[in-house]
């Protein structure tokens, strides 16, 4: 039985150093570019720290995304900074960056946003 609830908790263990980690806060910013698909992304509270990701400020709607999602997303940040709302922004903490054209791993690339 010690060995079952010792291999439970090495299995419980190593799947908690990998996720999604929210971010809550109101948004503060949001920067579209004319030339660009990905949408930049700035809230109230910075955030987890991902060590792979150089910007500490910005978060990023993918550019890899569907039109659809990136859509969806930017909507609700649009609706959650017009009422001042806070939003829930999950990123993945091991990296999954955004590039910004030739320069790669800038941003923290958004996986969920409630």
Known sequence: MKFILFILGLL???SAHAGWVD??????????????ET???????????VPKCSDK???????GMSPEGR?????MLLSAQAT??????????TGDCESWFSAQDIYRRIARIQ
Not at 57 to 63: E, H, L, P, R
Not at 84 to 93: M, Q
């Open 23 to 36: 971010s809550i806060g109101k948004v503060e910013d949001i920067v579209t570019y004319a030339h660009a």
């Open 71 to 75: 859509a969806r997303m930017y909507s």
């Open 84 to 93: 001042g709302r806070e939003v829930a922004v999950a990123v993945l903490d």
């Open 57 to 63: 400020d910005y978060f990023a709607i993918s550019s």
């Open 12 to 14: 419980l263990s190593y």
């Open 39 to 49: 949408i930049l992304v700035k809230l109230s509270i910075p955030g987890i720290n």
